[in-house]
């Protein structure tokens, strides 16, 4: 499968349009509502996180399937890349509560909690990349 | 199929097919040999050989339908997957031994229709694997719905009231469904106060009290108030020996303690009928 | 886009029924606590059933309002939260744990009717 979508994030309205193109994408994979939620608020998360700290990134969000495990598994993946500051620190933004900017600093280790996969690789000075995966049960 | 193959399948069909019943008979998985009588597994034999043959002049559709059908049948019936894909490489190995066995076929010609047979007998294979595996699909899919609506039954016992039993050991993939679905069952009855009655669960470890810490702080977001019930004398002293906080719970020791709290918060109690003419009597 | 806020004696009534980006949601924030200013209300019912998703930036938003708007004198209570927006709250570990909650419009009003008015 190649379905996916491919959202600009350089204004909020970005954030929205991420997160909508998320739930549809989730909603046609045949998510639960609970899921289309968590797939939707994650979405909205990392598309915030890119808005706010590295001005613009893109969110790719696809079908994937993993014919490697034993019963295979399908579900969607997320990857939210941008070539903003980075993140030196990535053990301290996983910690719940920590933020730089005032907020809830909920966002990423709530990420990791919503979806079922979750990576991080950022190298400051040169960007992040996030990828989170939830899987249909 | 080259149309000389097929004439020539048809030609020896007895051969092959008695050649393929003795064939299958010697790799049937040994545990399936036991559990089917001879006659049962003799007839289903030779309805798949059949079938295999008959599929090479049906359109790729009608094909397609019948060996579903057949497969859907054996899968209802218990027969492994192996049975097929054994049965299909038997079927290969036949026909190859019998094209080469022909004078009128010559070695060339064997050896140019291999990668075609190969082919069909693969894409038979694969079809019916998955025919299995989406049958597997849906037992999961079914188990999980039984275990949906085995674990949670929200319970309107009262007008706003509701309980919810809790029976056996809670891990996390339960646990998010007993979370669900006292969330439905909330907005479904309107429910004002949720009574959680772990009575009938065993342990009540740290991951548990997560568990149900989550499930009420979600049971207030939506709107309602939630009392925790049951709490066995042995469960409170794990509780409190491991040191988890359940201090924003409402708890109470019975169901009965419970509901009377319930009713309180929703402005009701519960009184006597004190005349005894009054008196229902249920004889 | 501005969210339509009601009036009802004492009391505000919203209902979200918009999608709710920052700029609408800043924006109500801002609209909510004038409108308090103004009528001099003493409760706010502020209804969620149609909203879909709150994340960690709304969920502040909504927090914040609510306690701005008790600094105003104010007892807010947010109704409607959908199962599925409660439980990805709590599963990005966001409790809103001292706003109060009722399952509708109509059970907020009456639970601040009992609290403000007894
Ligand atoms: N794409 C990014 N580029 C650079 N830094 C980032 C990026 N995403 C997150 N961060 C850093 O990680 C911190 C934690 O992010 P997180 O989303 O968990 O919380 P927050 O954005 O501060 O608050 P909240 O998401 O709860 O509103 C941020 O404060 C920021 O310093
Ligand atoms: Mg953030």
Redesign the interface.
């Given at each position: 499968m190649s379905i996916q979508s491919n959202v600009e994030v350089h204004t909020e309205w970005g954030i929205v349009s991420a997160r909508q193109a998320g739930r549809n994408l989730a909603k046609d994979a045949g998510f639960g509502n609970v899921d289309q939620a968590r797939i939707a608020t994650a979405i909205s998360e990392l598309a915030r996180n890119i808005y706010l700290y590295a001005e613009k990134g893109e969110i790719v969000i696809q079908y994937v399937e993993d014919t490697e495990s034993p019963v295979s598994k399908r579900g969607i993946k997320i990857i939210a890349k941008d070539k903003g500051p980075g993140i030196s620190n990535i053990r301290d933004v996983m910690e719940d509560g920590f933020t730089t900017s005032g907020g809830l600093g909920a966002g990423l280790p709530g990420v990791k909690r919503l979806m079922d996969e979750f990576d991080i690789h950022s190298t400051a000075g040169e960007g992040t990349e996030i990828t989170a995966i939830k899987w249909l049960r | 199929m080259q149309p000389s193959i097929v004439e020539m399948i048809y030609t020896q069909k007895q051969d092959i097919i008695s050649d393929w019943l003795s064939e299958i008979n010697n790799v049937m998985p040994s545990g399936l040999a036991k559990k089917i009588p001879n006659e049962a597994s003799d007839e289903t034999n030779k309805k798949f050989v059949e079938l295999i043959i008959e599929s090479l002049e049906l359109t790729e559709e009608a094909a397609t339908e019948k060996l579903n059908e057949f497969a859907q049948h054996l899968i209802y019936l218990g027969w492994p997957l192996s049975y097929f894909t054994q049965g299909m490489q038997a079927f290969r190995r036949v026909l190859l031994e019998t094209m080469s066995s022909m004078e009128s076929i010559s070695s060339k010609k064997v050896f140019e229709t291999f990668y075609e047979i190969e082919t069909w007998v693969d894409s038979i294979i694969n079809q019916i694997a998955d025919e299995y595996s989406g049958s597997w699909e849906s037992t999961i899919h079914l188990q999980r719905m039984a275990l949906k609506e085995l674990s949670a039954p929200l319970i309107p016992v009262f007008e706003k009231v509701s309980v919810m039993p809790l029976v056996g050991t809670i891990d996390t993939e339960r646990a998010k469904l007993i979370m669900e679905n006292v969330l439905d069952g909330i907005i479904e009855h309107r429910s004002q106060v949720v009574l959680i009655d772990i009575t009938g669960v065993p342990v009540v470890d740290t991951m548990v009290a997560h568990h149900l810490i989550q499930t009420a702080e979600a049971i207030r977001l939506v709107g309602a108030e939630c009392i925790l019930v049951g709490i066995r004398p042995e469960i409170a002293q794990t509780i409190v020996n491991l040191g988890i906080d359940l201090s924003k719970f409402r708890t109470k020791s019975s169901l009965r303690r419970g509901v009377e709290t319930g009713l309180e918060l929703t402005q009701r109690k519960i009184i006597k009928i004190e005349n005894d003419d009054e008196r229902i009597d249920s004889r | 886009m501005r969210i339509p806020i009601l009036k009802l004696h004492k009391y505000l009534l919203i209902s979200v029924q918009v999608?709710l980006?920052?700029?609408t949601a800043l924006q109500f924030q801002e609209d909510l606590l004038n409108k308090i200013h103004q009528e001099g209300s003493i409760g706010v019912v502020i209804d969620l059933t149609s909203v879909?998703?709150?994340?960690?930036?709304i969920?502040?938003v909504l927090g914040d309002v609510v306690e701005m708007s008790n600094l105003m004198g104010a007892k807010v209570v947010?109704?409607?939260?959908?199962?599925?927006?409660?439980?990805?709250?709590?599963?990005?570990?966001?409790?809103?744990n001292e706003v109060p909650?009722?399952?509708?419009l109509e059970?907020?009003l009456e639970k601040l009717q009992q609290e403000l008015e007894g």
């Open positions: - | - | 999608e980006d920052d700029q879909e998703m709150i994340d960690s930036y969920a502040k947010l109704t409607g939260i959908q199962p599925a927006v409660a439980i990805t709250l709590i599963d990005m570990g966001i409790m809103l909650t009722a399952l509708d059970q907020g």
